[in-house]
């Protein structure tokens, strides 16, 4: 035993039973049971997978909102991974946070999940490499990273509940292995899911011991997903913290149980050793305290990792526009209303946006740059700008909210600078609260009518003026919490306005009474509706715009009804008349470059219409900078496809994110994503690794060194940069066996590597193809890895569809 944990069995042996239960079933939202008698403070958690909110979820206390993961994996560059990691891990430093859940490394198995913007690929081999990167990159600098949610929370639809059914190969080969790379990156926690695998829900799963602990050595701490722990079940098995806390299913019961010998005290006992060694990991036990950080310029680099995932789709020699056009039409309401970030439990407020508007007027200051909504994207109400609203108490901009208790008198207030707002931990008295108020004052822009309103799952009243204008309890559709306390529904009602006439707004919010599985959280959003009175209309101003510009940029994209925590998506179509608006614009202006800002796979039907398509992700709050970035051509789309985009949802091979009987069945084994397409006639609008630049290459076999007995193969590649400026490649290596005994994919990913070269250069690129990458899984009580004897054919290129080079590898 090393001295370390000679010393955290020392501080065990100094605590009681009902301190160690305290420590292990958690303190509240977001952070564990403090024991000062041994010299342990308590440690903070966060959501944070594209940044750092805190304890918190508060506009005074704003986050820097980097690129989704899809985005960011899109850079296919594990060294971009590792600086995000980092650039996290200052954020959850600056916040005083220890442990950011995150990042999301389950697979995009359909593109119907609705949450896929939050986790990187379809691929385990890329998705594997860029987490253990993050990885790395957060704990190099203090902060715990926990990938999540292990394993097969790949959808959304019953997520709580629903029973997952995977073959033993399928599970090893894809669905655990981005976690084991994240365990062999000395990932010092992981998050278990709701879901169930073969019949047991995951906190109690006999996989979070094999091959989590017993085979791969993990030795960190497994936090549940909030209220993931439901039963004592859980206690004897590789669960280690249940949040938040305190607990039901452990705290009182968990000691009770112990006392009387039905959960045996060295299962918490292991428990409690396991968060000491996080604890001390972290800089929460004894004096020694966080250690040091060198944080480069977050804002810089949230631009940086969005121009290094902006992929080029379609490029008929419209870009980069080096000498800037004399007029823009930009068209879209995602290009005023940017989404940076999917929905849920990963959001942060970023102190600022830069929309694709702002970045486009900003970058062509000597254009002259048109607006046009177009269509509506955005579904129900939006948080009113603050430059429009006076806290009628301060006189300050934004509202005063005040809490009531039963009786109506105020027992708590705060002055906030927004009105969309969601309680979720931190001082506010939700729990003693009966009715939550909001006021402000109101200044209108203009003489018309808004669709005033409140976007929430309580009962709301709205009077303007003193008069009550509404008084509705929106209806909430599905089952799931999370979803609709999240994004829950609207309700609205029109108020005729005077352009500089202010008014008052008072929105009165009842909050259910008694022990219920929201008691001490809480979301409201005071909010303004779309004007969608005249659909026709908004796409014929977009029209005229267009055809009086000499370019046009739409920027179409989804909603938070669309992807987000909480739901799977109904279908992949662009929400609203977006295709329609394209395709008019379109026929306008031959020069319509059209940027889509959704986190993962939406239909294009339009794609072969115009000049140009430039897929930029959620792009973080940097979004409009990063695009007049690539549009300009000061930058490179650096991009290739983390996943593949379907020509039509009918052509996909696996689509089912719906339980039947409680079950999900993964049919399809180890076929998903481009493995299944490969298998099918139909082919993708656009194939896995695809991606356009500003310049021209070339490669050639340079080699393969190396053998598959040591485990250390490279195949060389002469990369040629045969254009006119500098830029960026991905080399990417695929494996195939045709003659294999095993059911294998048509071919499969195995290494691949960015290489940037100046123009007309040439640089030889080395990727590393370890044997265990062309091994499959031997199932059965001693189960184990197994490299097939004979040739594999390794093809190398651009895409999974564009390999020009080949080679043989003998194992």
Do not use: C
Request: charged share 20%; proline share 6%; hydrophobic share 45%.
């Amino acid at each position: 035993m090393s001295t370390a944990s000679a010393h955290l069995v020392e501080l065990l042996q100094r605590l009681s039973l009902e301190e160690k239960v305290a420590l292990v079933s958690g303190a509240d939202f977001w952070t564990t049971t403090p024991l000062p008698s041994i010299g342990l403070r308590a440690m903070t958690l966060s959501d944070g997978p594209a940044g750092v909110r805190g304890p918190v979820w508060d506009e005074r206390s704003p986050s820097l909102n980097l690129p989704s993961a899809t985005a960011l994996a899109a850079s296919w560059d594990p060294e971009l991974a590792h600086r995000y990691g980092a650039a996290a891990a200052a954020e959850a430093r600056r916040k005083d946070v220890d442990v950011v859940l995150g990042p999301t490394i389950n697979l995009h198995r359909s593109p119907l999940g609705g949450r896929h913007f939050e986790a990187f690929s379809e691929d385990p081999q890329l998705t594997g490499a860029l987490a253990a990167a993050y990885v790395r990159g957060l704990q190099e600098n203090g902060v715990a990273a926990t990938p999540k949610h292990y394993v097969a929370n790949d959808s959304e639809t019953d997520r709580f509940t629903v029973d997952v059914h995977v073959d033993e190969r399928a599970l090893r080969e894809l669905y655990l292995l981005p976690f084991e790379h994240a365990v062999g990156a000395g990932a010092w926690a992981i998050m278990s899911a709701y879901n169930s695998v073969d019949g047991v829900t995951m906190s109690e799963n006999e996989l979070l011991e094999q091959p989590l602990n017993s085979e791969w050595g993990f030795d960190g701490v497994v936090v549940s997903d909030w209220t993931g722990v439901r039963s004592l079940g859980s206690a004897p098995a590789a669960q280690d913290l249940a949040m938040p806390g305190p607990a039901p299913a452990w705290s009182e019961q968990l000691i009770a149980a112990v006392r009387d010998g039905r959960v045996d005290e060295a299962d918490v006992d292991r428990k409690v050793l396991r968060l000491l060694h996080l604890a001390e990991r972290v800089g929460a036990l004894g004096d020694e305290g966080p250690r040091p950080i060198d944080a480069e310029d977050g804002i810089a680099f949230t631009r940086l990792a969005e121009t290094e995932g902006t992929v080029l789709l379609r490029n008929e020699g419209e870009l980069p526009w080096s000498a800037g056009p004399a007029s823009i039409a930009v068209i879209g309401h995602n290009a005023r209303e940017a989404r940076t970030q999917g929905g849920g439990s990963a959001t942060v407020i970023p102190e600022s946006i830069v929309s694709p508007l702002d970045g486009i007027r900003s970058r062509f200051a000597d254009a002259d740059v048109s607006y046009s909504v177009g269509a509506i994207v955005q579904e129900g109400v939006a948080e009113i700008p603050l430059a429009q609203i006076v806290n009628p108490v301060t006189g300050e901009p934004g509202v005063r909210v005040a809490f009531l208790d039963a009786g109506g008198t105020e027992i708590f207030h705060e002055d906030r600078r927004a009105t969309a707002l969601v309680w979720f931990g931190g001082d506010v008295p939700i729990a003693a609260s009966s009715t939550i108020v909001l006021e402000t004052v109101y200044t209108p822009e203009a003489d018309d009518e808004v669709r005033l309103g409140f976007a929430t799952s309580q009962r709301g009243r709205i009077l303007v003026d003193g008069e009550l204008l509404l008084d509705q309890q929106p209806v909430i559709t599905g089952t799931d919490l999370g979803a609709a306390f999240l994004n829950p529904p609207s309700a609205t009602v029109i108020v005729p306005t005077r352009a500089g006439v202010p008014f008052t707004i008072r929105a009165e919010f009842s909050l259910p009474e008694g022990d219920h599985a929201l008691a001490g959280v809480a979301s409201v959003t005071l909010g303004i509706a779309p004007d969608d009175r005249d659909p026709d209309g908004l796409i014929a101003s977009a029209v005229e715009a267009a055809r009086a510009a000499e370019v046009a940029v739409v920027v179409v994209g989804t909603n938070s009804r669309v992807e987000s925590e909480g739901y799977d998506r109904e279908n992949l179509d662009l929400p609203g008349r977006q295709d329609e608006l394209v395709r008019a614009v379109a026929a306008a202006n031959p020069r319509t470059v059209v940027v889509v800002n959704a986190g993962s796979p939406v239909l294009l039907p339009w794609r072969d219409e115009v000049a140009a398509i430039v897929l930029g992700y959620f792009g973080g709050q940097e979004f409009g900078s990063a695009l007049a970035d690539v549009l300009s051509g000061d930058a490179e789309p650096g991009g290739r496809l983390p996943s593949t985009w379907p020509a039509a949802l009918t052509d996909v091979p696996v689509l089912d994110v719906t339980p039947r009987e409680g079950a999900l069945h993964y049919a399809e084994g180890i076929h998903i994503g481009y493995r299944a397409w490969l298998r099918g006639e139909a082919e993708p609008a656009w194939p896995f690794g695809f991606g356009l630049g500003y310049t021209s290459w070339s490669l050639e076999a340079a080699g393969t060194r190396g053998g598959l007995v040591a485990d250390d193969a490279v195949v060389a590649v002469t990369v040629r940069n045969a254009g006119d400026r500098a830029g960026k490649q991905v080399v990417q290596v695929y494996a195939e066996r045709g003659d294999s005994v095993v059911d294998r994919p048509v071919r499969w990913l195995v290494g691949s590597t960015v290489v940037r070269v100046e123009a007309g250069e040439t640089v030889e690129a080395h990727v590393p193809v370890p044997a265990r990458a062309l091994s499959h899984w031997l199932g059965g009580r001693d189960g184990a890895w197994a490299l097939e004897s004979g040739a594999f054919t390794l093809r190398i290129g651009t895409s999974v569809a564009d390999l020009p080079i080949s080679t043989e590898l003998e194992a």
